[in-house]
């Protein structure tokens, strides 16, 4: 199976992320234009967290908190759980299954330099089971 190095690859190469001193309310707008579950959330090139979809059910709705008033840094998850890009793909959905969590940062050398969700998982394992198949149906007709 392969690595996150593969999966992304196959990504577009752009980082989303908000400063901690964004509003929920504008971490929100940019989840949306990026159409992403999930932000980190960095300061000066470093990861201080991670803000998703479920944060803010459960840290900003559920405790009647007003969006636009509640900063990010108040209620992201902190020190989230990373992955390196020569983690396989294996280990990654290991580790979201066990955490019950959908987004991994990726780090290099203490630098950002992705992120991947279980959708990019899911999408990268069909893509490989489908080229596998693809090749044996060539193998087997003889083409």
Do not use: W
Request: charged share 25%.
């Amino acid at each position: 199976m392969g690595t996150v190095r593969h999966i992304l690859q196959r990504k577009p190469k752009n980082l989303f992320y908000v400063e901690p001193t964004f509003t929920v309310y504008q971490a929100l707008e940019q989840m949306v234009e990026q159409n992403v579950g999930a932000l980190m959330v960095m300061h000066d090139g470093h990861l201080l967290g991670i803000f998703t979809e479920r944060d803010y059910a459960r840290k900003v709705i559920l405790r009647g908190k007003a969006s636009k008033h509640t900063h990010v840094e108040e209620i992201m998850s902190e020190h989230p759980v990373v992955v390196s890009p020569n983690d396989s793909v294996e280990e990654c959905m290991k580790l979201m299954t066990s955490r019950y969590i959908r987004h991994l940062p990726v780090l290099e050398n203490d630098t950002v330099i992705g992120l991947i969700s279980i959708g990019d998982i899911v999408k990268y394992i069909i893509d490989e089971q489908k080229f596998i198949i693809e090749n044996l149906e060539h193998y087997i007709s003889g083409t």
